[in-house]
């Protein structure tokens, strides 16, 4: 593991129980890591960080990055007012993985986005997003409730990099109930039955990727294999 590359894994902040606390704490689900270290990496956890200049900083001691799960984006990201159901966005946690995306564009940083993770990139492209998606669909399947995650057959782009690290065709596990409207500077690489994008690329030779479901609760090794391998490239430049 000594030539491994580190991957960088933005985390929530918000209450968390354990042993004998129940107190305000910097964390992701184990499965993150464990997908990472699957693939031959070194996974490192990135809570929010205020000071200015800070995700330069961070982005130039990482190989690649990934913008994880977690809250909704802030609506006002994307000039939008909030849907009945859209709550409980984190402006720190927006504020800091939109300065860690800026960051990695002005390095070359290969970048996986998962499920708000997709929906904050294309925010920080100038994109806007879907606050309810079953208001457009007619259906629940992307977000079943609690904590239990739908299962979603997703179709891929022939020809894209998505394509060729997971195949043409593939059951996924979402847990999002919203969706990605526009896209600047992407490309909508896999879609579900029903029209909902689910997963979208850059062009380029640059990795540059998102999906909205959740590759790490099945490790679903094509898409972390695919991203720590960039990760090597960029850490052999």
């Given at each position: 593991m000594t030539d491994a590359p580190v991957v960088g894994l933005t985390t929530y902040r918000q209450e968390a129980a354990w042993g004998v606390w129940n107190t305000r704490a910097d964390l992701l689900p184990t499965e993150y890591a464990v997908a990472v270290e699957t693939a031959g990496g070194v996974p490192l956890l990135l809570p929010p960080v205020a000071a200015p200049g800070a995700a330069a900083r961070i982005v130039?001691?990482?190989?690649?990055?990934?913008?994880?799960?977690?809250?909704?984006?802030?609506?006002?990201?994307?000039?939008?007012?909030?849907?009945?159901?859209?709550?409980?966005?984190?402006?720190?946690?927006?504020?800091?993985?939109?300065?860690?995306?800026?960051?990695?564009?002005?390095?070359?940083?290969?970048?996986?986005?998962?499920?708000?993770?997709m929906q904050l990139m294309a925010v920080h492209a100038g994109g806007t997003l879907d606050q309810h998606t079953p208001d457009l669909v007619g259906h629940d399947e992307h977000s079943p409730g609690g904590d239990a995650y739908g299962d979603v057959e997703v179709e891929t782009a022939t020809g894209s990099r998505l394509a060729t690290l997971v195949g043409a065709r593939v059951e996924v596990g979402c847990h999002h109930h919203q969706s990605v409207a526009t896209h600047p500077g992407f490309t909508a690489v896999a879609r579900a039955t029903d029209g909902t994008v689910e997963a979208m690329e850059a062009a380029g030779d640059r990795f540059r990727l998102a999906v909205q479901w959740h590759p790490e609760t099945r490790v679903e090794i094509g898409l972390m294999a695919g991203l720590v391998a960039a990760a090597r490239e960029h850490a052999a430049r």
């Open positions: 130039s001691r990482i190989d690649a990055l990934v913008i994880s799960g977690g809250a909704d984006v802030d609506p006002a990201r994307y000039g939008a007012e909030p849907h009945e159901r859209t709550a409980g966005w984190r402006p720190d946690r927006d504020a800091w993985e939109l300065a860690l995306l800026t960051a990695a564009d002005e390095a070359g940083l290969p970048v996986l986005g998962i499920c708000r993770g």
